[in-house]
């Protein structure tokens, strides 16, 4: 019997640091796919990266895994950054955890994917 998908999600606040721990792998044998991020603002305008790294490292330009670097979002404002298809993936034997953070603390991430079987 297949487990199939199982609906995922994860909602952090980012900090000033750029290594804040988003959202870390899913466990061995398991992969997840990631089809949206919401960026929310709850403050003032500010910037925000994210990327694929190891657990507590900050988002550089040259990652592959680069998400957003520096992105500027409004005060009081959303931003949605959507993935079709297999969407974005993370799998366990990648070790990548989502990392990042904020100009300012009123900066929260929220995640929406799925998770099944690798």
């Known amino acids: 019997m297949s487990l199939g998908t199982k609906p995922d ?14 959202l870390a792998p899913p466990a061995s044998g398991l992969t997840r796919s990631i089809r949206h991020i919401k960026v929310v603002n709850g403050g003032a305008a500010a910037t925000y990266s994210l990327a694929l790294k190891a657990a507590g490292v900050a ?3 040259t990652d592959p895994g680069l998400i957003g670097l520096v ?5 009081n404002a959303t931003h949605d950054l959507q993935w079709a298809g297999d969407g974005l993936l993370q799998t366990a034997a990648g070790a990548l955890n989502i990392t990042g953070g904020a100009s300012a603390a009123t ?11 690798s």
């Open 71 to 75: 992105v500027p979002i409004a005060a």
């Open 107 to 117: 900066v929260s991430i929220h995640v929406l994917g799925v998770l099944f079987p």
């Open 9 to 22: 999600s994860n909602t952090v606040a980012l900090s000033l640091t750029l290594t804040t721990n988003v």
């Open 59 to 61: 988002p550089l330009t």
